[in-house]
């Protein structure tokens, strides 16, 4: 698997420090007054300060509406289940609250959607299985 690197706009980088930085765990890395850099759960996260995108709930995923674009990662399901559990106990908003779908179907995974502080979304899936990632 190949490491991705994804960067986007932010209005405030304190803001994104606290968020990412504290809230969500990762650890931060390379930084400028303009931007910072950030381990994403194994992945390069650049946060630049600027005019965030534009997002809309078009995605349909089962019975959900789910914002578009967003950025996503996959987890185990016993980390899943740690950060999904802090995320409930602070006071962050959810798009979508922790909840599983296609249970007992290939493919079953835990998720999560919210947006950081700027409206960028974020979903964080859990499997129990990583095999059944690519499930058809």
């Known amino acids: 698997m190949s490491i991705f690197h994804l960067a986007y706009n932010v209005r405030d980088l304190a803001q994104a420090r606290a968020f990412y930085g504290e809230l969500l765990g990762c650890q931060e890395g390379r ?19 600027g005019e965030p995108f534009a997002t809309a709930a078009t995605g349909h995923v089962g019975e959900h509406l789910v914002p578009m674009p967003h950025l996503g990662v996959i987890l185990p399901k016993a980390d899943w289940e740690a950060l999904a ?44 299985d990583m095999e059944g990632v690519f499930a058809t």
């Open 31 to 49: 930084s400028t007054d303009t931007w910072v850099d950030y381990n994403f759960f194994g992945h390069q996260l650049s946060l630049h300060l």
């Open 85 to 128: 559990e802090r995320l409930l106990q602070s006071d962050l908003e959810f798009v979508l609250a922790p909840f599983t779908r296609f249970a007992g179907e290939p493919g079953e995974q835990s998720t999560m959607f919210f947006n950081d502080p700027f409206g960028n979304p974020i979903e964080i899936k859990g499997f129990a």
